[in-house]
T-cell receptor
Framework: GAGVSQSPSNKVTEKGKDVELRCDPISGHTALYWYRQSLGQGLEFLIYFQGNSAPDKSGLPSDRFSAERTGGSVSTLTIQRTQQEDSAVYLC??????????????FGEGSWLTVV | KQEVTQIPAALSVPEGENLVLNCSFTDSAIYNLQWFRQDPGKGLTSLLLIQSSQREQTSGRLNASLDKSSGRSTLYIAASQPGDSATYLCAVRSGATNKLIFGTGTLLAVQP
């Protein structure tokens, strides 16, 4: 596709359940990012993948959160034992190179997660 | 720790006015700064990217400036239109990391 694609666009889950969120970056983009945006809050960095390098996981809020990127393309963010405070929009983004090169970062439309 | 602040938090202007949105950051050691817009229920759309060595970037009615030493950036919107109504976010790439640190945004409403 032409842009960053995320699925599902909306997810309602019960507290304690696990959820998986998927991101398809722009074709050819080697850098992939996950951010979280809670209601009324700014964007919070979660994790960053660049090529085959070890991911920067420094933003993951707890060990219930994990992410992987298979084949250098599609990424999955997994939240285990969801809590109500996990309710947020999860945004994925990609860029042609690592952001240190200055390339523009492109965002998907997000996965809206509601934990009830 | 880098902190990014945007003022004002919300702004309402009549159509046709020129306006300025402000972004300030606490650590001047940045690689670049990017302005985004976010429409309700949507993701972020990149507007302008300014490298640390640049002073400004222009795209159509938008002009973004960067003053690294004072830790400030402005986004100037000329001849505002109702379609410009959105939340505007600035983000800085700080130090030797790959994280974009975002401000909390300015909610702009352009009244027809």
């Amino acid at each position: 596709g032409a842009g960053v694609s995320q699925s599902p666009s909306n997810k309602v889950t019960e507290k304690g359940k696990d959820v998986e969120l998927r991101c398809d970056p722009i074709s050819g983009h080697t850098a992939l990012y996950w951010y979280r945006q809670s209601l009324g809050q700014g964007l919070e960095f979660l994790i960053y993948f660049q090529g085959n390098s070890a991911p920067d996981k420094s933003g993951l809020p707890s060990d219930r959160f994990s992410a992987e990127r298979t084949g250098g393309s599609v990424s999955t963010l997994t939240i285990q034992r969801t809590q109500q405070e996990d309710s947020a929009v999860y945004l994925c983004a990609s860029s042609a190179k690592g952001q240190l090169s200055g390339n523009t970062i492109y965002f998907g439309e997000g996965s809206w997660l509601t934990v009830v | 720790k880098q902190e990014v602040t945007q003022i004002p938090a919300a702004l309402s202007v009549p159509e046709g006015e020129n306006l300025v949105l402000n972004c300030s950051f606490t650590d001047s050691a940045i690689y670049n700064l990017q302005w985004f817009r976010q429409d309700p229920g949507k993701g972020l759309t990149s507007l302008l990217l300014i490298q640390s060595s640049q002073r400004e970037q222009t795209s159509g009615r938008l002009n973004a400036s960067l003053d690294k030493s004072s830790g400030r950036s402005t986004l100037y919107i000329a001849a505002s239109q109702p379609g410009d109504s959105a939340t505007y976010l600035c983000a800085v790439r700080s130090g030797a990391t790959n994280k974009l640190i975002f401000g909390t945004g300015t909610l702009l409403a352009v009244q027809p």
